[in-house]
C-alpha cells in the first residue's frame, strides 16, 4: 500500500493477525492499532456456549 502512495496514516483497524500487528511500527510508525470489535466479538462468541450467548450479548 506504502508503494501505492498511501501516506499519513494515522489509525489500523484489523484484526489480531499477529504478523500484521507486528509490522505496523515498522511501515506506519505514527499509525496506533485498534482491534476490530465485529472480529473481536466473533471470537468471543465462537468460545462460549449456546445457553450463555444471551448474557454475554447483554453485556
Request: charged fraction near 25%.
Amino acid at each position: 500500500m506504502k508503494e501505492r502512495g498511501l501516506s499519513g496514516v494515522r489509525l489500523i483497524v484489523s484484526d489480531k493477525n499477529l504478523g500484521l500487528v507486528k509490522s505496523i511500527p515498522e511501515f506506519f510508525p505514527e499509525a496506533k492499532w485498534q482491534r476490530c470489535i465485529v472480529h473481536f466479538y466473533r471470537n468471543v462468541f465462537t468460545k462460549i456456549s449456546r445457553t450463555s450467548f444471551r448474557e454475554v450479548q447483554v453485556c
